[in-house]
């Protein structure tokens, strides 16, 4: 079909009325995102989050009831009965392919950068992304576990549990005692890639520093951070990067 010769909506085929279905999904989530980044400079991330929280849970509710109306699916306590009827292995199943999609899509961000540009611009905006990425997802994690403000180090360690990169990559945490402790990624699927093709690791410290830093802070603001050692540092077989966080 000759998209230059269509003038409105209903002039489109089947295959190409399909297409500008997923681009407006595609449109939802770009308009989405530049609404928190603008509340964000506007108000300041801590504002921008509490608003966050108001505005998904209740777009949530109004898309997802138009949606189960229009494709025929039923809602059970605010989850698509067809989730429900799955299977929790077919579920995790699904939760890692959603968490290797992100890192993909972190990936293809990536390469678009550096390809359009250079390797230092696209980590310039990597480590950017991640200052505000992991204060997000930390709140997130916060709210769907229901951690008090200030949870402390017990909070943090099973917050680290609940990120995505706990689908993907394999990790551990070392007790130091009751004001601090050790968190190291055993496995990393970046590196581990990087590994096999019999590449140097990827230098990834400068973006580690703001990720881990920023999603412990978030947690609770009492916890520092510490790097032990991360890419593009020495490091020993049995973990990639390895982090100490501390009570103040």
């Known amino acids: 079909m000759d998209l230059n010769k269509v003038e409105k909506i209903e002039d489109l085929n089947h295959e190409n009325t399909a ?9 939802i989530i770009i308009h989405y995102a530049f609404w928190f980044n603008e509340v964000k400079h506007q108000m300041g991330m801590e504002k921008a989050l509490d608003i966050l929280k108001n505005a998904s849970e209740r777009s949530y509710g109004i898309q997802m009831k138009r ?19 799955k299977s929790k292995e077919s579920l995790m199943e699904l939760m890692d392919s959603v968490a290797v999609n992100w890192l993909a899509n972190d ?3 990536f390469q678009a950068v550096e390809f359009a540009n250079d390797m230092n611009d696209a980590k310039r905006c990597n480590d950017s992304c991640w200052a505000q990425f992991s204060p997000f997802e930390a709140r997130a994690i916060k709210n769907f576990l229901n951690l008090p403000a200030r949870p402390g180090l017990e909070g943090l360690k099973k917050a680290l549990n609940f990120r995505i990169y706990a689908s993907i ?3 551990s945490i070392v007790d130091e005692g009751s004001d601090s ?17 019999d590449l140097d690791d990827y230098p990834c410290k400068s973006g580690g520093l703001v990720e881990y830093t920023y999603f412990a802070e978030a947690i ?4 520092r951070t510490e790097c032990i050692g991360c890419p593009p540092d020495e490091h ?6 390895a982090w100490r966080f501390t009570l103040e």
């Open 107 to 109: 990936g293809v961000w």
């Open 67 to 85: 949606l189960s109306k229009v494709l025929g699916f039923e809602m059970k306590d605010g989850i698509p009965l067809p989730l429900l009827n």
């Open 19 to 27: 297409r500008l279905v997923l681009d407006m999904f595609h449109r």
């Open 181 to 197: 402790f050790v968190f190291q990624m055993n496995e990393c699927r970046v590196q581990s890639a990087r590994k096999r093709k």
């Open 169 to 171: 990559n394999t990790q």
């Open 236 to 241: 020993p077989e049995e973990w990639y990067c």
């Open 220 to 223: 609770d603001p009492r916890i």
